[in-house]
């Protein structure tokens, strides 16, 4: 059941996932109960139950396969326990931040053409 913390339930819910993957409580492979039965069982909807399976999918820890369900990725438990260094996350910082500046630029630029192009229209 989610608690009343503040804490967004379907935080909750994927820190409560993530930690029974850690355990082994689901191990690789397994798969995790639907999503009617996390609704049942954490009493929330399914958008917050489709919510925290989001976020476990975004951290690699588990793969929905069509028509099948969402299982636990076999190499889960080594992306758990293997943070990124330092460096790999800076790394990273550094990647994105150069992306948003060149997409910056690109926005900058699609705006300059529009708002060109209205003027000539009026």
Same mark, same amino acid.
């Given at each position: 059941m989610v608690e009343?913390? /503040?804490r967004p339930g379907y935080l909750q819910i994927a820190d409560d996932l993530r930690t029974q993957i850690r355990t082994g409580s689901l191990a690789p492979g397994a798969a995790l109960p639907s999503t009617a039965q996390l609704c049942q069982r954490y009493d929330?909807? *399914?958008s917050v139950?489709? *919510?925290a399976i989001?976020?476990?999918r975004t951290e690699n820890l588990i793969? /929905?396969?069509q028509g099948k /369900?969402? &299982?636990v990725r076999e190499d889960a438990a080594a992306s758990l326990e293997e943070p990124a260094s330092s460096d790999e996350v800076m790394e990273q910082l550094s990647q994105m931040r150069s992306t948003l500046a060149v997409l910056g630029d690109r926005i900058a630029e699609l705006e300059k *053409?529009? &708002?060109q192009e209205q003027k000539r229209s009026h």
């Open positions: 009343k913390t /503040g929330v909807s *399914a139950v489709k *919510a989001s976020v476990l793969v /929905g396969q /369900g969402v &299982f *053409a529009v &708002f």
